[in-house]
């Protein structure tokens, strides 16, 4: 798929805020998401529903729709930043403004839930879109360079595994593989959950030799292991080149002393496959995550724990 690169973020560019899921936790949730983007040098935007309510959402599906429409609508703004996560992006695929989006490359950013929109925009417009923290989260100074990096520059950007420094001049990765390699490939992923409940839609993502990037947050092994088997069973696991994990914060066996950690769960069926394999990347939802263009092809080394991007998203 070829895909045409997105506009890198100047100074003082208009940028749209939307919640297309749950609805921020408070209106100090906003002013604070606000502040993070005046620190960044952009000029916020916020949707007219963000602060609704309709159960745990931040509005209908209608409301919300039209907040992300309005602003790929309007030629005045450079990007949309998700504010929050939480299920609600899903609903509003079909509605979504896509022709508009494929003329005038706006990044979409956001993470967790909003991974089906960051996969369905790169999907059928063939532009990158950046797994980033979703507003409310930028919580870190490494999280917020990082951010304004991949937002800002046009040169390719790298990730590292965290590293152990054991002296002078001994560094070693803390990230885990059930089978070392190096691999090449389009960058894809994001939301484990998100990205599964893409299967079997007009959405659904191309895995073709593609390095598959996977977190969640806050989940039970269990559950998380029959998603990953659902991708494993349906030949999406297959198709990749390699696939990478985040940390999985607040993940666990939740009284169930007998299911084996994920890197047992995952690595099994990875090493069953032949593919290259990597956990604890800093991406996803904890306090240090790293932001990443998707669509953008890279080149992984399990054994040094980097990805390296050819290329920048932006031009």
């Known amino acids: 798929m070829s895909i045409a690169k997105a506009h890198a973020l100047k100074q003082n560019d208009r940028v749209g805020i939307v919640a297309p899921g749950a609805r921020p936790a408070s209106p100090a949730t906003v002013s604070y998401a606000m502040r993070v983007v005046q620190e960044l040098g952009f000029v916020p935007v916020i949707g007219k529903y963000v602060l609704s309510v309709h159960g745990h ?33 899903l609903p509003l695929l079909r509605g979504i403004e896509f022709e508009t989006l494929e003329k005038s490359r ?8 909003n991974t089906a929109l960051l996969l369905a925009v790169h999907g059928v417009c063939s532009i990158p879109v950046i797994l980033a923290p979703n507003l409310d989260r930028v919580l870190s100074e490494s999280s917020f ?18 590293r ?49 990037y996977l977190d969640d947050y806050n989940e039970r092994f269990d559950i998380l292991d029959r998603w990953f088997t659902t991708l494993y ?5 297959k198709s990749t080149a390699a696939v990478i994990f985040g940390e999985f914060n607040g993940c ?7 299911i084996l950690p994920l890197e047992d769960l995952f690595g099994e069926r990875l090493l069953e496959l032949n593919r290259p394999n990597l956990f604890g990347f800093p991406l996803g939802h904890n306090q240090t995550s790293q932001s990443i263009p998707l669509g953008i092809f890279a080149n992984l080394d399990t054994a040094k724990g980097t990805l390296e991007f050819a290329e920048s998203a932006l031009e």
């Open 57 to 89: 959402l931040a509005g209908t599906d209608e409301e919300r729709l039209s907040d992300l429409n309005q602003f790929v609508l309007d030629e005045s703004i450079a990007a949309i930043f998700c504010i929050t996560g939480g299920f609600g992006a």
């Open 106 to 113: 706006q990044l979409i950013i956001g993470s967790d839930e």
């Open 145 to 162: 360079r990082s951010l304004k990096t991949v937002l800002t520059s046009k040169q390719p950007v790298t990730v590292k595994t965290e």
């Open 164 to 212: 152990q420094e054991l002296g002078a001049n001994v560094s070693i990765s803390k990230g885990y593989s059930s089978l070392d390699g190096v691999a090449s490939g389009t960058v894809i992923g994001g939301n484990l959950s998100a990205v599964l409940s893409l299967m079997g839609t007009p959405f659904e993502p191309d895995f073709e030799q593609s390095i598959l």
């Open 233 to 237: 069973v349906a030949g999406a696991l």
């Open 252 to 258: 666990g066996s939740r009284g169930n002393e007998s």
